[in-house]
């Protein structure tokens, strides 16, 4: 009788997390072609897990620690040119890297993950750091809000 009652409680579990995962709105891509502001307007926040995010937009290039303390997942979009490069010490050893020129059309999404693994924004630069924008600032205009006073004063 107990094997029977675990299938069902792994059967209702399956059923629901199936059920869950079908209300879960899926994030835009990170492309070359889609339009920044579009993607930050229609990025579902507070809504992302950090599994989902790692399923749909795949291993980000780099994660690093906000000054805010959060953790964020680094994606650059963009030309990217093969380069091999040979090692100092070996003759035959040979690696074929893709880079980004900074400058180069290299769009940068990074998402802001909360404490509980959340998705709670995403940062946008062309150009290197400070340039960009927030899925925050876009969503908030697109609502009529406007900045809040407290905004960047760490007052919550």
């Known amino acids: 009788m107990k094997p029977i009652l675990n299938v069902l409680l792994v059967l209702t579990t399956v059923a629901a997390t199936a059920t869950l995962a079908g209300q879960l709105?899926?994030?835009?891509?990170?492309?070359?072609?889609?339009?920044?502001?579009?993607?930050?307007?229609?990025?579902?926040l507070g809504v992302i897990t950090k599994q989902a995010a790692f399923s749909h937009h795949g291993k980000a290039i780099r994660s690093l620690i906000l000054p805010n303390g959060k953790v964020g997942w680094v994606y650059e979009v963009g030309i990217k040119q093969a380069k091999t490069y040979q090692h100092p010490t070996r003759e035959k050893q040979k690696h074929t890297v893709y880079e980004t020129e900074p400058g180069n059309g290299v769009r940068t999404y990074?998402?802001?993950?909360?404490?509980?693994?959340?998705?709670?924004?995403?940062?946008?630069?062309?150009?290197?750091?400070?340039?960009?924008l927030t899925a925050l600032q876009v969503q908030r205009k697109v609502r009529g809000e406007?900045?809040?006073?407290?905004e960047g004063l760490g007052v919550k």
Do not use: W
Request: net charge negative.
């Open 25 to 44: 709105s899926m994030p835009p891509d990170f492309t070359v072609q889609s339009d920044p502001e579009t993607v930050l307007r229609t990025y579902p």
């Open 110 to 132: 990074t998402l802001v993950f909360d404490d509980k693994g959340v998705v709670i924004d995403v940062l946008y630069n062309e150009q290197g750091r400070h340039d960009g």
């Open 146 to 150: 406007g900045a809040r006073k407290d």
